[in-house]
């Protein structure tokens, strides 16, 4: 393969292997969408999935396409992209997606892919290869946007209580069995609006630096349609190892906290997709669990497990950058 200018069944290639990546992506972050309305019972596993995976594929119908930009010209410049950065950026994320599944961690998709880009062009150009202003925005995010769901969630659980301080446990737990539904729905619109717009970014930069685009950049319709599919398809295939791990091993849950997560966690990605953050799903959905669950008292969070999963973020992008590097210098070497 030419790292420059590439033949079409190699880029046809290329623009599958992305598509894989987001069906792995959609089943490694199944989880965010569905753990906390398995755990509290409210769908069994195999509605849950299908309500997801419906609404990850409709997503694109409410959001612009803010996210996909960053990502296709705001972490790496799109004029030192080729078909090498992007089979490295798309090796790195996909084998660093594959372990932590694995693995059972709730590591970031997002992070994964972004840390793999950045790996790959820093090993075709070093250092000058960053568009330093979206890359610091995306790497603030990994602290800011759990943050955001954690003390959203942590409010809203407060304030739920205080509207109803004299319902039964009872009636409590069916009106927000019913709820549910609906947090359900708007966490599993964010997570498509925000991550599958993060595989658009990467296939328009390749079609891009191809000269297929013209002279602007955006995103064809049809690379849309083909990401939210792959993304819808990937939750429908779940990712029970990461289930059980947001929606029992952190803390306890009943249908009003999942609620109150799930909504807060929804909230937060729909200010970012809006200004075109590419903030991390899981980061997110973890800090608002952690956060309804220290809104009963700090002993009801398992510290030890969000330890674990705090660890996996911080080394995500190093490694997924680590991953992508090596793939584009193995790739420069049989090409």
């Known amino acids: 393969m030419d790292v420059m200018t590439i033949a079409m069944p190699a880029l046809v290639g290329l623009i599958a292997l992305a598509l894989f990546f987001d069906l792995i992506n959609g089943m490694h972050d199944a989880a965010n969408s569905i753990a906390t309305v398995v755990s509290t019972r409210v769908l069994a596993p195999r509605y849950a999935v299908a309500w997801a995976a419906f609404f990850n594929f409709i997503a694109f119908l409410f959001f612009g396409l803010h996210v996909a930009n960053t990502i296709g010209t705001g972490i790496v410049s799109p004029k030192l992209v080729d078909g090498g950065v992007i089979f490295g ?15 059972g961690l709730p590591s970031s998709s997002s992070h994964a892919l972004i840390g793999g880009f950045a790996g790959a062009g820093m090993a075709k150009a070093g250092f000058s290869a960053i568009v330093w202003n979206g890359f610091g925005k995306t790497a603030a995010a990994i602290v800011i946007s759990p943050l955001v769901g954690f003390l959203l ?5 407060l304030a739920v209580s205080w509207i109803f301080v004299r319902s039964t446990p009872f009636s409590v737990d069916r009106r927000f069995r019913q709820l549910q539904f609906v947090s359900a729905s708007l966490y599993s619109l964010g997570h498509g609006g925000n991550d599958a717009q ?12 191809q000269g297929l685009l ?8 049809w690379v849309v349609l083909a990401c939210q599919a792959a993304m819808g ?11 059980k791990t947001m929606g029992s091993k952190i803390t306890d849950l009943k249908p009003m906290q999942g609620f109150c997560a799930e909504t807060g966690g929804a909230i937060t990605l729909f200010m970012a997709t809006y200004l075109g953050i590419p903030v991390s799903t899981t980061h997110t959905i973890t800090g608002a669990i952690v956060g309804v669950g220290a809104a009963r008292k700090a002993s009801a969070v398992r510290w030890g497990i969000a330890g674990n999963i705090v660890i996996a973020w911080i080394i995500t992008i190093p490694a997924a950058g ?6 584009y210098w193995a790739l420069r070497l049989v090409a």
Do not use: D, Q
Request: hydrophobic share 60%; net charge positive; glycine share 14%.
């Open 233 to 243: 398809a990937g939750t429908l295939m779940g990712g029970w190892r990461i289930v």
């Open 153 to 157: 969630a942590l409010l809203l659980v």
């Open 214 to 221: 013209g002279e602007t950049f955006h995103v064809p319709f």
């Open 322 to 327: 680590l991953t992508g590097a090596l793939a």
């Open 198 to 209: 993060k595989t658009m970014g990467i296939i328009a930069v390749l079609l891009y630096s």
């Open 89 to 103: 950026a798309l090796v790195g994320a996909t084998g660093w997606n594959l372990i932590t599944w694995w693995l």
